[in-house]
């Protein structure tokens, strides 16, 4: 990792900037492989997977025996986890439901507003370098909370043409029984267009790789919705005197080992604390199985001294990572100045990989600085608010004389005139 000391604020985004995502080449990838998918639906998934996954598919839905058997497979250890898990995300984001809305806002006049589930959900859950089974937590719990009326997953197969058993056991416990041998950006464009054996889906969820981004991107422009913009994983840690060195070097490279195109960022009070995590970082690298990946991210990433605090929050705001670790003394006054971030992790004893997979909270995060406008994904994420009104005919007579006024003023006659005919309506009525 680079370091730097005090850099001023022009320079903050030159020197922190994130990887370059190269998008127009990657478009042009991703663009063929959507039309083909699209022209040639299942027969296209198989193709791609012969092409990329190196297997040969024969049906592209996980049968009920496949089922049984990862049931059957997955370490009883591994279940209780994920049990575990499980409940902690359902409290967290059964919490997160809003009653309906309903109030007279004047006389006659009463405005509503409900939440209704997304009817038809996708699920991307990257199976690649590491099989994410949380994902599938993270994404089914909200969607079965929600009362998504379909929810179909799509995962990438290994090279025996089998999904990990701990991903297909984390499904079958929250109940998802659509799951789809599909990875890539092909497995996006399966649940834009539909194909025979995928459903056309209203909105995909999921991290992925920069395909992955790049096919939810245009799927957007085909009229389905997507989670957010995402890009490689990424945390800041701020950390000051009172941070134990170990525990933050571990979260730097619990984070560097997601990719080699990941970035962790240390922002650190003094010289002396940050040569002590890094002095961690390089003791503890050699002892990861992924040390190769984790080595490769940590030259896209930087530790940064920042002696004054407040400049220090200021370039935090700036960056706005998805990830977020505080280890200072004044921990909450930091916390309540931090507007943009994805998630925030407060504390020695809180570890980025608590919110990854069992503390509650949603994993899917906003990256690449998209955590200045948008949320992780929450409840919210799989339900619409739609508002609804009712006038009575004291609401339209005490409330229709402001309504004709501003659509007079915009010279919308029609507008006014849907006001105008009710009120002679009603004055006509009373003669």
């Known amino acids: ?13 030159k020197k922190l900037k994130r990887p370059v995502q190269k998008t127009k080449d990657i478009e042009k990838i991703v663009k063929p492989i959507m039309r083909k998918v699209k022209r040639m639906g299942d027969k296209a998934l198989k193709k791609f997977a012969l092409e990329y996954d190196h297997v040969q598919i024969k049906t592209l839905l996980v049968s009920i025996e496949e089922v049984k058997k990862a049931r059957e497979t997955v370490d009883p250890k591994l279940k209780e986890a994920i049990i575990q898990a499980k409940e902690n995300i359902e409290k967290f984001h059964e919490a997160q439901i809003t009653p309906d809305l309903e109030m007279e806002v004047m006389e006659g006049v009463t405005c509503m507003r409900r939440s209704v589930p997304i009817q038809k959900v996708g699920l991307y859950v990257p199976g690649g370098t590491a099989p994410l089974f949380s994902t599938v937590l993270m994404l089914g719990i909200p969607a079965n909370i929600a009362g998504c009326e379909e929810i179909v997953l799509c995962t990438p197969p290994d090279k025996d043409g089998n999904i990990h058993p701990a991903i297909l056991y984390a499904a079958d416990l929250i109940g998802i029984d659509k799951i789809v041998k599909a990875g890539g950006a092909q497995a996006i464009a ?77 922002v650190a009070s003094s010289e002396k604390t940050t040569n002590k995590i890094l002095k961690e970082v390089d003791e503890q690298l050699d002892k ?21 605090q407040q400049t220090a929050i200021d370039l935090i705001n700036d960056y706005a990572p998805e990830h977020l670790i505080i280890c200072v003394e004044n921990e909450e006054e930091v916390v309540r100045q931090i507007i943009n971030a994805g998630s925030v992790f407060i504390g020695n004893y809180t570890p980025e ?51 004709e006024t501003m659509a007079s003023h915009e010279q919308l006659e029609a507008h006014k005139n849907a006001v105008s005919i009710r009120l002679k309506y009603l004055k006509d009525k009373k003669k």
């Open 1 to 13: 990792m680079k370091t730097i000391i005090n850099p001023t604020q022009q320079e903050w985004a």
């Open 190 to 266: 399966a649940l834009t267009y539909g194909t025979e054996s995928v459903p056309q889906v209203d909105k995909i969820f999921g991290p992925g790789n920069q395909y992955v981004t790049a096919a939810k991107q245009l799927a957007v422009k085909k009229g389905v919705a997507i989670d957010m913009p995402a890009g490689p994983s990424e945390v800041l840690v701020y950390a000051d005197e009172t941070a134990i060195p170990a525990f933050v070097a571990a979260d730097l490279l619990s984070q560097a080992e997601h990719g080699v195109d990941s970035q962790v960022i240390l």
């Open 288 to 308: 990861l199985p992924r040390k190769d990946i984790a080595k490769r991210a940590l030259e896209n990433s930087l530790a940064v001294i920042m002696a004054n």
């Open 353 to 403: 990989s608590a919110g990854d997979y069992a503390s509650g909270t949603n994993h899917t995060l906003p990256t690449y600085g998209y955590a200045r406008n948008y949320s992780g994904v929450s409840l919210d994420s799989f339900v619409k608010k739609i508002t609804y009104q009712k006038l009575t005919e004291k609401g339209i007579q005490t409330l229709g004389p402001t309504i």
